[in-house]
């Protein structure tokens, strides 16, 4: 089992023989055993509080006996999982369901355009209420990482 150690910056052309698909709530366990998309035990040992995000990289400690072997990178890929998708032609009602779902403290990830956050149908009911869409997908999740997220942005 390799144990992944060490995350790197987002590198779209580094080149990753193994990947390792996670829901958003898996993406901020720091210490926790998963297998590769190929069904290869890894083992996350990262810092606490790590949050990965879509396009990440993972890579192992350097083995001190052998320090010309690189050991192999692996890449986070954001894994399509159920979400509601929030949206409306008023930008102003997107900023009000944005301030609700705030005042619940749940996992939103925020754009122009829609909100995003997982499936859940008393929210579901509140916003169709106040008239905005709310459709079910399944799609990668990447919600916001708070004001005191001390994680780069992409």
Do not use: C, W
């Amino acid at each position: 089992m390799i144990t992944l150690t060490q995350r790197l910056p987002a590198d779209p052309s580094a080149i990753a023989p193994l990947t390792l698909a996670l829901t958003a709530e898996e993406r901020t366990r720091s210490r926790h055993r998963f297998e590769t998309s190929d069904g290869q035990a890894v083992y996350l040992h990262l810092p606490r509080g790590t949050v990965l995000r879509d396009g990440d990289l993972l890579q192992a400690e350097i083995d001190e006996h052998h320090p010309d072997r690189q050991p192999p990178l692996v890449r986070i890929i954001a894994k399509p999982e159920p979400v509601l998708t929030v949206t409306t032609t008023d930008p102003l009602d997107l900023l009000r369901a944005a301030y609700h779902l705030g005042n619940r403290h749940i996992p939103l990830e925020i754009s122009t355009t829609y909100l995003r956050f997982l499936p859940d149908p008393v929210l579901q009911s509140m916003l169709e209420h106040l008239g905005l869409q709310v459709i079910p997908e399944e799609l990668p999740f990447e919600p916001e990482l708070g004001a005191y997220g001390h994680q780069h942005a992409h």
